[in-house]
């Protein structure tokens, strides 16, 4: 993909684009969020672009981290973590000033300068969810990816369905319990979720990288797995299980007024025995029990409507920037909406970037059109 000309602030042109890449954070996909940021840390062409490396503790302190990229991966079972090196980073608040600025160990105070865009490769609440875009509005920086809005509102499973359904696209059949609904009337909600054809998968509604998701066959395993996925949210999907092959496709919006870009489909296949779905465990950490294949097989009649109701999907929500948007194909080539991820993985292996391998766009290419399409953004409402 060839760089086009884009209108870069002010203190960009006296230099290369200052990029910070932040990461980590305070949900349970921190360490997912590291590996990610190693790769696109090793990604970023350092001749058009100075990086400036901020994580997130799990604790929720914004630190400058050094550039140990190896200490940022995953090593077999040992998730990464963000360090908390003391080296806190303050982040202005609009105004006047943009200044980041380092309060070091001892109490001293240095600026950091100020960054031309942010890249927030944060998973999960605290990050993806429209937090950290919120910050980053307030403090008149541009990012990477989606805004406020369809951050919050694809982060959210119950209200991107409401969404997605309102204006026609395809979706499965669920029941969403809130936390007060549980309290309130438990076995109401039971009867509801056994409304639905077994198998059902049970989830947190604000979480991602099957965090907390539970596959259940019977419904005397209901209740529990409720009880599960509650630990990770007080608002819970039960989803009936869909029987077919799980198709994704990558977006990226479209330069200037141009339609978002759709890459190749791809598709995502268990074949490890001690999985039987796609959970937290398969994604990382038991490589070999999963097959990315991109891009796949599938009839032009699918393929195009996985790429209509991917675009839909992409311009309803308000996306910008990127988002992976995964469907159902049943056997009967029916293409049923399971949901989008506005943040979704990003190191080279993760599905995101395959498709787009696919489609003859490479990482580093992928990396660089996204900070591209972050500097030419406006600043403000838009």
Known sequence: MTSQPSTLPPSSVRGRPRVAVVFGGRSEEHAISCATAASVLRAIDPERYEVVPIGITREGHWVLVDDDLDALEIHGSQLPSVPDTGRQVIVPLGGLDHQLRLVETDGSTTDLGEVDVVFPVLHG????????????ELADIRYVGCGVLASAAMMDKHV????FASVGL??????????????????????????????VFVKPARAGSSVGVVKVDHPDE???AVEKARDHDPKVLVEQGIVGREIECGVLQGRGSAAPRISECGE??????????????AKYLDEDSVRITAPTQVSDAVREEVHRIARAAFEVAGCEGLARVDCFVTPDEQVVLNEINTMPGFTPFSMYPQVWAASGVSYPELVDELLQLALARPLGLR
């Open 160 to 163: 991107m369905k409401v969404l």
């Open 268 to 281: 995502i296949t268990v074949v490890g025995a001690g999985h039987e779905f796609y959970d937290f465990e």
């Open 125 to 136: 609440p605290f990050g993806e969810d429209g937090t950290i875009q919120g910050l980053l």
């Open 170 to 199: 395809p979706v499965g059949p669920y029941v969403v319990i809130t936390d007060l609904s549980w309290r309130r009337d438990r076995a109401a909600c039971l009867d509801a979720a056994n409304a639905l054809r077994f198998p």
């Open 222 to 224: 209901l209740e529990a």
